[in-house]
């Protein structure tokens, strides 16, 4: 086609050109997508709608600048949050087995703590259920890594969640008001931010926790991981375990009066990695409570807390001060 001003143009080529154009920067922004997604396919705010909860439960978010993405959290309030404007409330952060509900961990627990809290007949508190991605083990990536500012869930949950928290709503922001708690994955995640921030926390729960990761099996079971997240350092992984911790931070620990108990099935996998956890802080001199064998347990939540009842939420409410 010419123009009346002679100049011609190939509109087809034109037509192309442009479509090739289009796919060139899709393709591009797939490979950007991509290269920045974790590597585990944690999707952070998974929000199941507002009829989907329990009473007091409620869903919201809050930005992670150290992952640059909106992360969803899960919050239990207490009656007397309402009913009483001038009163502060300790807190415990709770955490589950990661991989559920293809990482919605946010959502998990809270459809059981809470009736569990109100019958344990302590003091109101609040419950904030955390977000730990499907596979991080509630870890960092570590710098020079491909998840390094992708996947950091102890820097979100550490540095960023806890202090939105403690701005957002009426808490005790403090070591004495604050309390962790978790069921396998979690009980692991909780017990290494326990170890390695003991300031931040009154006690410790840790459920049946999965505390049988280390380098060598998880180079084996969970390659992946070990790629993405520790350039496959199994030395730089065990440094981040619950037992890692222990060692590197025993003298922080016992400094702190953070309180610690473990609980484990009779009849669950996991009782022998318990038991040498529980071994191994005796050996540091780090104080503990004797790990709980749960007589008749297994490795699943709704038996556990049918055999235990509310008496973890017990153990958190008498050292909370």
Known sequence: ?????????????????????????????????????????????????PDAYP?????????????????????YLPPEY???????????YTGTGQGWMSGANENQDMFFYPPLLVSANIQPTILVSLMPGSNSKY???????????VVMVETMIIKELITFIDATYRTRANQGGRAILGFSGGGQGALRLAFKYPELFSSVEGMSGAV??????????????????????????????????????????IASGVAIHMSVGSNDPLLPDNQELDNLLTSLGIPHDPLEVVPGGIHDPPSIWGIIGTTPFQYINAHFH
């Open 55 to 75: 009473p007091g439960v409620t869903h919201r978010t809050f930005h992670s600048t150290s992952m640059n993405v909106d992360v969803g959290y899960c919050i």
């Open 1 to 49: 086609m010419t123009t009346g001003l002679g100049i011609r143009w190939n509109w087809h080529r034109i037509a192309s050109r442009s479509i090739i154009g289009v796919l060139i920067f899709g393709v591009l922004m797939l490979v950007i997508y991509f290269e920045s997604a974790p590597y585990d396919g944690t999707i952070w705010n998974n929000d199941l709608g």
């Open 212 to 253: 049988d990761d280390h380098g060598p099996n998880v180079a084996v079971n969970e390659p992946h991981l070990l790629a993405a997240m520790f350039n496959g350092d199994t030395a730089a992984f065990d440094l981040q375990t619950a037992t890692g911790q222990a060692k590197a931070n025993r003298d922080n620990i």
């Open 82 to 92: 309402s009913t009483n404007p001038n009163q502060r409330f300790p807190v415990i």
């Open 139 to 149: 870890m960092d990536a570590i710098p020079g890594s491909s998840m390094y500012g």
